[in-house]
């Protein structure tokens, strides 16, 4: 299953250059408003240390991570919603995105133009919060109309129209639609919708170099802030991160690293707290011809997490032998873990565990 986030903010917060960071697809960035007009698209790799330690023990012809895909939208403004800046075109863009990516400008630079003249990384977060409900609002008042005569004698229609109700009272009162408690049922009514508030959001502080490893008062402004929302919030440096980025080999970017005191590299961080705002997680087939990582949503079962790989493979499941990754690392190999009767043949209904090194036995 493809994860992909989309990247907003206003303009100059550092989105392209934290784009550029993830995909290395050397968007442009300038210091200009609306200085992406098209939507950059990028395909990163997830980091997992397992698959390295994985790829030591099998040593399989190929190793294939993984993927996020990122799109960074150009600057929002105010009025957004409404046409202003570039709005329309750019909201259109983050429809079809699992998840948002708010980059928040948390440094001071008389250099760097702000197009609202100050730093106040909360106003920004407003100011785009507010944009995303009023474009919401305009999509859910429009269904509103298309079925409230139906919802007088229709059932289905009825339950649409008391979902959409909901929304729009949060929506009107400057709520986003994910603060409105839905059941999967009731979700159901509105996924046509393709609401953007109701989209799981995570906020990323662009920092400058000395607050990396402490933030500063524009963070702790940020997490007050969202606080309620119980949203996370991510701590990076875009600059910085572009120059790790350039560095040609490991051991070059470990010593950057150790220098500024990090163990890894803030789009590292970014990556994996993306993979927790949309509660997925990893599990591992291992052979000689290749070692692959599959992602899925925490609480698939096996047929489920089958399907991933193909379709068919759900439709004839029939079992699935499991190992669990720390036996596999402890044992060496599949026969060990065999041998020693750690590897277990489950059902239907078994629920994939974070790290499982799954065989699928299925029916064509």
């Given at each position: 299953?493809?994860?992909?986030?989309?990247?907003?903010?206003?303009?100059?917060?550092?989105?392209?250059?934290?784009?550029?960071?993830?995909?290395?697809?050397?968007?442009?960035?300038?210091?200009?408003?609306?200085?992406?007009?098209?939507?950059?698209?990028?395909?990163?790799?997830?980091?997992?240390?397992?698959?390295?330690?994985?790829?030591?023990?099998?040593?399989?012809?190929?190793?294939?991570?993984?993927?996020?895909?990122?799109?960074?939208?150009?600057?929002?403004?105010?009025?957004?919603?409404?046409?202003?800046?570039?709005?329309?075109?750019?909201?259109?863009?983050?429809?079809?995105?699992?998840?948002?990516?708010?980059?928040?400008?948390?440094?001071?630079?008389?250099?760097?133009?702000?197009?609202?003249?100050?730093?106040?990384?909360?106003?920004?977060?407003?100011?785009?919060?507010?944009?995303?409900?009023?474009?919401?609002?305009?999509?859910?008042?429009?269904?509103?109309?298309?079925?409230?005569?139906?919802?007088?004698?229709?059932?289905?229609?009825?339950?649409?129209?008391?979902v959409l109700t909901l929304l729009k009272t949060a929506l009107d009162q400057g709520k986003s639609a994910r603060t409105v408690q839905l059941s999967e049922e009731e979700k159901i009514h509105i996924e046509d919708c393709h609401l953007l508030t109701v989209k799981p959001v995570m906020y990323v502080c662009n920092v400058d170099v000395e607050s990396v490893n402490t933030g500063n008062k524009y963070v702790d402004a940020v997490k007050k802030a969202v606080e309620q929302e119980g949203a996370e919030v991510i701590v990076i440096t875009a600059q910085m991160e572009a120059e790790i980025a350039a560095l040609e080999t490991y051991e070059?970017?470990?010593?950057?690293?150790?220098?500024?005191?990090?163990?890894?590299?803030?789009?590292?961080?970014?990556?994996?707290?993306?993979?927790?705002?949309?509660?997925?997680?990893?599990?591992?087939?291992?052979?000689?011809?290749?070692?692959?990582?599959?992602?899925?949503?925490?609480?698939?079962?096996?047929?489920?997490?089958?399907?991933?790989?193909?379709?068919?493979?759900?439709?004839?499941?029939?079992?699935?032998?499991?190992?669990?990754?720390?036996?596999?690392?402890?044992?060496?190999?599949?026969?060990?873990?065999?041998?020693?009767?750690?590897?277990?043949?489950?059902?239907?209904?078994?629920?994939?565990?974070?790290?499982?090194?799954?065989?699928?036995?299925?029916?064509?």
């Amino acid at each position: 299953m493809a994860l992909k986030c989309g990247i907003v903010g206003l303009p100059n917060v550092g989105k392209s250059t934290l784009f550029n960071c993830l995909s290395n697809a050397k968007a442009q960035a300038a210091n200009f408003p609306f200085c992406t007009i098209e939507p950059n698209l990028g395909v990163i790799t997830v980091p997992d240390d397992r698959l390295a330690k994985l790829e030591s023990l099998v040593k399989p012809e190929r190793v294939v991570p993984t993927t996020v895909e990122i799109v960074d939208i150009a600057g929002l403004v105010k009025g957004a919603s409404k046409g202003e800046g570039l709005g329309n075109k750019f909201l259109a863009n983050i429809r079809e995105t699992n998840a948002i990516l708010h980059v928040l400008r948390c440094f001071d630079d008389p250099n760097v133009v702000h197009v609202d003249g100050s730093v106040h990384p909360v106003r920004d977060k407003e100011i785009i919060d507010t944009e995303l409900q009023l474009k919401d609002l305009e999509t859910v008042e429009a269904k509103i109309k298309r079925v409230e005569k139906l919802a007088k004698t229709d059932k289905d229609a009825k339950k649409a129209f008391d979902v959409l109700t909901l929304l729009k009272t949060a929506l009107d009162q400057g709520k986003s639609a994910r603060t409105v408690q839905l059941s999967e049922e009731e979700k159901i009514h509105i996924e046509d919708c393709h609401l953007l508030t109701v989209k799981p959001v995570m906020y990323v502080c662009n920092v400058d170099v000395e607050s990396v490893n402490t933030g500063n008062k524009y963070v702790d402004a940020v997490k007050k802030a969202v606080e309620q929302e119980g949203a996370e919030v991510i701590v990076i440096t875009a600059q910085m991160e572009a120059e790790i980025a350039a560095l040609e080999t490991y051991e070059e970017r470990q010593l950057f690293l150790a220098d500024i005191g990090l163990q890894e590299p803030g789009v590292n961080k970014l990556i994996k707290a993306a993979y927790r705002l949309l509660d997925l997680q990893t599990y591992f087939t291992a052979g000689v011809k290749e070692v692959r990582a599959w992602t899925i949503t925490r609480g698939m079962t096996a047929p489920q997490a089958a399907a991933v790989i193909h379709t068919d493979f759900e439709k004839g499941f029939i079992k699935a032998e499991v190992i669990k990754y720390k036996d596999f690392i402890d044992l060496g190999s599949e026969s060990a873990c065999r041998d020693a009767g750690k590897l277990s043949i489950e059902g239907k209904e078994y629920v994939v565990s974070d790290g499982d090194l799954m065989h699928f036995r299925f029916n064509v």
